[in-house]
């Protein structure tokens, strides 16, 4: 015979799971399961977004529990969907008791509806037509020229201020040969992102 869940382990997860649902919502269901009456196992239900309510049956997952006490305790951000067809993310985590028996389940149920609303929108938005066309609306080059600074120190495991002397040296030269520090105000924008003075990058591209 199954033995019953300590009630007030019960209700200390009841507050967990109260405490989660307001920090979770609108997104996320918790909901506490009493594994010793799988036929009304739903003890308490916070942010209630799947319709169900208390006194309800347990899940098919609860049930390998109960069956299994070698199930896993944690099962993370397994596809799941509400009775309506919402597409859901739930994370269920199964407590045992002293004898090691699963006696409580605490399960997250998050309706992923809006985030996939927002990565539509968000692809949406940020679609950019395919064209010919070419141009930069940084008249300096500025991003340009610290984007290769930083990916000269990045290969060597440093960052732009931390380069070596002789390192520098080299990325001012690759620098002048490409033409970066011949645009207007070139030397100012690389002897800034490197913390060096112009006059150590005139030095250096000599």
Do not use: W
Not at 100 to 107: D, K, P, R, S
Not at 126 to 147: G, K, P, Q, Y
Not at 160 to 180: C, F, M, N, S
């Amino acid at each position: 015979m199954k033995k019953k869940p300590n009630k007030l382990l019960l209700r200390e997860l009841r507050t967990i799971a109260q405490g989660l649902g307001k920090t979770l919502a609108p997104f996320c269901e918790v909901v506490v399961h009493d594994l010793s009456h799988p036929k009304n196992a739903i003890f308490a239900i916070e942010n209630n977004l799947s319709g169900r309510s208390v006194g309800q049956p347990v899940t098919e997952l609860g049930l390998a529990r109960i069956r299994d006490p070698e199930y896993p305790a944690v099962i993370a951000n397994y596809a799941n969907q509400f009775a309506d067809g919402r597409k859901v993310k739930s994370t269920s985590i199964g407590i045992k008791d002293e004898s090691g028996e699963y006696v409580a389940a605490l399960c997250l149920n998050v309706d992923l509806t809006l985030f996939q609303g927002f990565q539509a929108a968000l692809s949406q938005f940020s679609r950019i037509e395919s064209s010919e066309v070419s141009e930069t609306l940084d008249a300096n080059h500025a991003s340009r020229i610290c984007e290769q600074i930083d990916a000269f120190a990045a290969a060597r495991a440093s960052t732009a201020r931390a380069l070596k002397p002789a390192d520098r040296r080299l990325l001012v030269q690759e620098l002048r040969k490409a033409g970066y520090l011949d645009i207007r105000r070139g030397m100012e924008i690389a002897a800034a992102h490197m913390g060096v003075s112009r006059a150590t990058v005139y030095s250096d591209a000599k």
